[in-house]
């Protein structure tokens, strides 16, 4: 019976001390662009794909765009090379693997708005280079169909900016998590 007891008290000790999932650390929040419903329709040309993401500083983006629709003269994609977001815009650059434009960079400022627009801009910067594009080439495109959802996942730093949806636009999956990250930070 004794052994029974030091057993039990063992493994109630051990259960105890072991992380809960309320203690595990939430994943840091991320910055995305992504369409839904593809292709999306514009005023001049269709969006085939287009998912990227970075962490809230621009960290680490990854992602692929593919503009223009399969065997048009303008079709470009490739990989994500920078991403940076702010509130409900987002500048991309990805390089181009296809197209007339195959080889270089193109930048593309997206608004994710009612409705929803990007600006591609052929450029000869920096792939890393995410700043604003300080012109117009072609003008915005206005999505017919499709949507575009930017998420800034510039992380919470108050409790009440997790709550009443709020914690989707931090990127988090859950009011719980998005509470839990402000409280470890």
């Not at 004794?2 to 051990?14: E, G, N, Q, R, Y």
């Not at 105890?16 to 001049?44: E, K, N």
């Not at 983006?61 to 920078?82: I, K, M, N």
């Not at 994710?112 to 792939?127: L, Q």
Request: net charge negative.
């Amino acid at each position: 019976m004794k052994l029974k007891l030091i057993f039990a008290t063992v493994m109630v000790a051990t259960v105890l001390a072991l992380p809960s999932v309320s203690d595990a650390a939430p994943p840091a929040p991320r910055d995305s662009v992504l369409l839904t419903g593809a292709p999306a329709s514009s005023d001049a040309g269709i969006i085939d794909y287009l998912n990227a993401t970075s962490g809230p500083n621009g960290e680490n983006p990854t992602g692929r765009v593919d503009f223009g629709g399969e065997g048009s003269f303008l079709h470009s994609s490739g990989p994500v090379t920078c991403l940076a977001v702010s509130g409900n815009r987002a500048v991309l650059n990805f390089l181009t693997k296809t197209g007339i434009f195959s080889g270089g960079i193109l930048t593309v400022l997206i608004i994710d708005d009612h409705p929803d627009s990007f600006t591609p801009a052929p450029t000869f910067r920096a792939p890393t280079d995410c700043s604003p594009i300080g012109f117009d080439v072609f003008g915005p495109r206005i999505l017919h169909s499709g949507d575009i959802t930017v998420v800034d996942a510039n992380a919470p730093t108050t409790r009440d900016q997790c709550r009443n949806g709020g914690w989707a636009q931090f990127g988090f999956a859950n009011q719980g998590l998005c509470i839990a990250f402000v409280n470890r930070n």
